[in-house]
């Protein structure tokens, strides 16, 4: 039979929310107990082993994906909490399996001997994960094993919690609106005292930091996007470093860098900290020039000015890119509207990789703001899955931007859904939201064209962690294409967006990347440097960082760590959005700049990259595609020139 998508709960009935969770979460854990109660039960040397291990991770799949998701957007509160406790059991269950000596055995046991390549990869990688989980250690370091691996996933997710859940808001004068456009200022009424309101919600406060005048209000709202968590996640923070520097050691790792680093295409701790101070290194000299060109510019409104800092940056780029580059933001948002970019994004990339997104407004979701689409694939029998677009603010949602699974597919048995989680306004977009929503688009791209193979393995966004952002990262880059643009990028007069100033816009864009660079660098740095070293002062290290990477000075008594959310997932390797940034440059080499839709490039790409999700490694699927092995040479040029 034909799989379908979920048929999920009405969004105003909690109840039906509550029974929705139990059973996609205590049923398929339920199921994986008894899996492996099963595999626990062959005869050593059974082939059967190796399916029933894709049988028990599909439903552990099942039950992180709609535990991990609920947790982060469900609007009622005492839901999230049920979807977190269901993620701590889910993951308990995990951490257990993994130190599981007979279900170990088992799997070693499997004959190899007729084996497919993508079964040999399946076996290879589960007994690869058992060694790296420690079931070969004797009772008693398992045991120790058992219980940090699970204080490490309860200490991450009170990480992301307090992330979440620590929205702080700013009152100003409402002078301090002035620059901001029209639209936001009518979304900022004043109050009875003369006072307006910005939070720490993206559309608040990156139109704000880019366009108000007032450098003391400024200050004044970015202070409080960066104390987001502070102080409840510092000592979350350490302990977090603490139980992950012990458990690597505990496995024979010199620390958690080496650890993590040993499934990635890095390789070690130590080349994290290499790559690191190359790119810092590669990205100088742009980064100074930049720097000063700024500096001078902000010296003409304060003289008296020593260092541009962060609370200052991206007002003044702004104003630089507009009286150098003739860019003007205000002028470029009015051909952005939320609604005609979201269907533009569609329209592109279906047209991109033959793909149809058919609304399902009938669908229901856990919020009215959600819209559903069923995708289809060009030639293929049957649907290909089903995406949801979570893209606005509200109380109590991630407030980032992600992608998150709500199925992962298995060919003939589900069908894969993926959701995006992002926190757009509802009226015009800057460009540099559209670029990422484009960006993290890409993730379910990615999620739905690889949900079609056997092996859960090998299901959706499953290439190793420090590739994953390449293939979004490369999507990018149509949305600076002018001609790509012009099809969904027009004004309220339907006048489509001028070439020129697109050509202009990427101009402006190229400008300040070399302080971009810097400053992911100093981001990859805390992620690295914090868990090499477990520094006792946290924001003393952080700021130490800052004057060693970054080009801005940092706000005094701020606390960027505490809501730096990629130190729970991406732990020490933050360092992968750089290093994937090098593949993706590479990666659209191949693309013909003058037809960025030539359909035999793009059918290559999406079939020998994205639709192989997990099945072979990163620099294998690259190597398909471009015909020869990865090279630094495009990003180098980029950065150059």
């Known amino acids: 039979m034909t799989p379908t998508p979920l048929v999920l709960p009405p969004a105003d009935d909690t109840a039906a929310w509550g029974a929705f969770l139990q059973e996609r979460t205590t049923a398929p854990l339920a199921e994986a107990g008894r899996v492996a109660d099963v595999l626990r039960a062959l005869e050593p040397g059974s082939g059967e082993a190796l399916p029933l291990w894709n049988d028990l991770h599909i439903a552990l799949a099942n039950a992180f994906a709609a535990?991990?998701?609920?947790?982060?957007?469900?609007?009622?509160?005492?839901?999230?909490?049920?979807?977190?406790?269901?993620?701590?059991?889910?993951?308990?269950?995990?951490?257990?399996?993994?130190?599981?000596?007979?279900?170990?055995?088992?799997?070693?046991?499997?004959?190899?001997?007729?084996?497919?390549?993508?079964?040999?990869?399946?076996?290879?990688?589960?007994?690869?994960?058992?060694?790296?989980?420690?079931?070969?250690?004797?009772?008693?370091t398992r045991e120790r094993l058992r219980v940090l691996g699970e204080r490490e996933n309860d200490l991450s997710q009170a990480f992301g919690r307090h992330i979440r859940d620590g929205?702080?808001?700013?009152?100003?004068?409402?002078?301090?609106?002035?620059?901001l456009p029209d639209d936001y200022v009518e979304a900022h009424p004043q109050a009875p005292d003369g006072t307006v309101t910005i939070t720490t919600d993206y559309p608040d406060t990156h139109p704000f930091l880019t366009f108000s005048t007032d450098a003391e209000a400024r200050h004044a709202v970015?202070?409080?996007?960066?104390?987001?968590?502070?102080?409840?996640?510092?000592?979350?923070?350490?302990?977090?470093l603490a139980v992950r520097d012990e458990r690597a050691r505990l496995l024979g790792y010199d620390g958690w860098p080496d650890y993590d680093a040993e499934v990635k295409m890095i390789g070690s701790g130590a080349a994290i900290g290499d790559f690191i101070d190359q790119i810092a290194r590669e990205a100088s000299a742009a980064a100074e020039r930049d720097a000063a060109v700024l500096t001078e510019r902000a010296r003409a409104d304060r003289p008296d000015l020593e260092h541009l800092t962060v609370a200052d940056a991206r007002f003044y780029t702004e104003v630089v890119r507009r009286e150098r580059y003739e860019v003007d933001a205000h002028e470029v948002r009015r051909y952005f509207d939320f609604t005609r970019v979201r269907q533009g994004l569609l329209d592109v990339t279906g047209r991109l990789f033959g793909l149809t997104w058919t609304p399902v407004p009938d669908a229901p979701t856990w919020h009215d703001d959600v819209a559903a689409y069923d995708v289809a694939l060009a030639g293929a029998d049957g649907p290909l899955g089903?995406?949801?677009?979570?893209?606005?603010?509200?109380?109590?949602?991630?407030?980032?931007?992600?992608?998150?699974?709500?199925?992962?597919?298995?060919?003939?048995?589900?069908?894969?859904?993926?959701?995006?989680?992002?926190?757009?306004?509802?009226?015009?977009?800057?460009?540099?939201?559209?670029?990422?929503?484009?960006?993290?688009?890409g993730h379910l791209l990615h999620h739905v064209l690889a949900g079609r193979h056997q092996w859960v393995r090998f299901s959706g966004v499953a290439t190793e962690w420090d590739f994953v952002e390449a293939p979004s990262q490369m999507l990018e880059e149509w949305a600076w294409d002018a001609d790509v643009l012009a099809g969904f990028a027009t004004d309220a007069d339907g006048r489509a967006i001028p070439a020129a100033l697109v050509a202009q816009m990427r101009a402006a864009e190229e400008f300040g990347k070399g302080v971009h660079a810097r400053t992911q660098m100093y981001y990859a740095s805390i992620s690295y440097r914090f868990h090499a070293e477990r520094p006792e002062d946290l924001t003393a290290r952080s700021r130490e960082l800052s004057e060693q990477y970054a080009v801005w000075a940092a706000l005094p008594g701020t606390h960027f760590h505490c809501g730096f959310g990629h130190l729970g997932g991406y732990t020490s390797a933050y360092y992968t959005y750089m290093w994937s940034l090098v593949i993706a440059k590479d990666l659209f080499s191949a693309f013909d700049a003058e037809d960025l839709f030539a359909p035999e490039v793009t059918t290559r790409y999406r079939d020998r990259v994205l639709a192989a999700g997990g099945s072979k490694d990163a620099a294998d699927l690259v190597e398909d595609f471009l015909g020869r092995p990865y090279e630094p040479a495009a990003f180098t040029a980029w950065l150059e020139r």
């Open 222 to 240: 970015m202070s409080a996007f960066l104390d987001l968590a502070w102080p409840e996640n510092d000592e979350v923070l350490r302990e977090l």
């Open 67 to 140: 535990s991990s998701l609920l947790s982060q957007v469900h609007p009622d509160a005492g839901l999230r909490s049920a979807a977190e406790a269901a993620e701590q059991e889910a993951n308990r269950f995990q951490t257990a399996l993994m130190l599981d000596p007979v279900l170990y055995e088992r799997l070693a046991a499997v004959p190899t001997d007729g084996l497919d390549p993508a079964a040999h990869r399946v076996l290879a990688d589960a007994l690869r994960a058992f060694r790296r989980a420690g079931v070969d250690r004797d009772d008693e």
């Open 167 to 179: 929205a702080r808001a700013t009152q100003l004068p409402a002078s301090a609106l002035a620059g």
């Open 386 to 441: 089903r995406i949801h677009l979570d893209l606005h603010p509200r109380p109590g949602k991630y407030n980032h931007a992600a992608q998150f699974d709500l199925v992962p597919g298995v060919e003939g048995r589900q069908l894969p859904e993926g959701v995006l989680v992002c926190n757009f306004g509802r009226g015009l977009m800057e460009h540099s939201e559209v670029v990422t929503l484009f960006h993290e688009f």
